[in-house]
């Protein structure tokens, strides 16, 4: 899903239900994306179906792993293959291409799992990026 502006939790919801707000044609216009437990809504521009339903796990599978740190010193974004350590003495290297400039020091991040491996969020950042562990 492409979406407009609003929804700044949304990495949070990656193989998660979530509401879609459709008056008329599904996914046409006026369609939004809503986070019902962050409460936030956006505008849907655009999607593409990545796989069915029945591929989702169950909705009574735990949650996904999740690993909150901060980054070791100064964080210049991404540049395409980004090498992030962690104050717990993690690795990362970023598997997934993403150019994006934004200077921290020590931001926090949050990584998850997805069903095609890790992704990483940096404070401040506008996304999250595939991540690979080498630590």
């Known amino acids: 899903i492409e979406k407009g502006v609003g929804c700044i939790s949304f ?3 990656e ?3 979530v509401l879609i707000s459709s008056p008329g044609l599904f996914l046409g216009i ?3 994306l809503i986070l019902p437990n962050d409460n936030q809504k956006c505008k849907i521009w655009n999607s593409k ?3 069915s339903w029945n591929d989702l796990p169950p909705s009574n599978t735990p949650p996904n792993d999740v690993i909150e740190s901060q980054i070791d ?7 395409g ?3 992030v350590k962690l104050t717990n003495g993690q690795i990362w290297r970023q598997s997934e291409y993403h150019y994006n400039y934004h200077y921290a020091f020590r931001p926090n991040v949050t990584i998850f799992k997805t069903g095609s491996g890790y992704k990483m969020m940096v404070d401040g950042t506008d996304r ?3 991540v690979t562990k080498l630590k």
């Open 11 to 13: 990495w949070r919801y």
């Open 15 to 17: 193989g998660k239900k």
């Open 30 to 32: 006026g369609a939004e």
């Open 49 to 51: 179906e990545l796989g």
């Open 73 to 79: 010193g100064d964080f210049e974004g991404w540049e």
């Open 81 to 83: 293959e980004t090498i």
């Open 128 to 130: 999250a990026v595939g």
